[in-house]
C-alpha cells in the first residue's frame, strides 16, 4: 500500500510502500515513554521504498531497550513529532509511527507486542464512555 505523511507542523513529508497486515501496537515501557502514551502504533516500510519530500528529521540513539538493541529515533526538531525507529546503519525497514501517516484510518494493528509491560487498563478501553468532541 503506497502512503504518505509528516509531522504536524508540515515541515516534513515522507513517502514509502508499506504493508497493512504489519502493523503493530508495541506496550513497552520505552515506547510508553517515547510517545507520551500508554502505547505505540507503528508499521515497517522497506528503506527502498522510503523517502523523503519534504525536509529532514532530527534523530535521537535510544541504546535503553531490555533487548540491548540499538535504535535510531527520528522526530521533527520544530514540532517533535515522533516519524520512525530503524537500525543505526543500513537500515533495512524504517518502522514509520502510524499517526504521522494519512491513511492511518486504513492501517488497523495486527498484533501486540510487549503486553507485559502494558499498562492494565490499555488492554481494555472499549467501555471507556465515548464522545465525538471534547
Known sequence: MKIDGGCHCGAIAYEAEVEP???GICHCTDCQML???A?????PAPSASFRFTRGEPKHYLKTTAESGTRRLHAFCGN??????ACAVENPPVFTLRVGTIRQRDRLVPKRQIWCRSALPWAMSIGD???SAKA
Do not use: A, K, N, W
Not at 502505547?39 to 508499521?43: H, L, P
Open 35 to 37: 510517545t507520551g502514551s
Open 39 to 43: 502505547y505505540r502504533v507503528s508499521v
Open 21 to 23: 497486515e504489519h502493523v
Open 128 to 130: 471507556v464512555p465515548r
Open 79 to 84: 514540532c517533535g513529532s515522533p516519524l520512525y
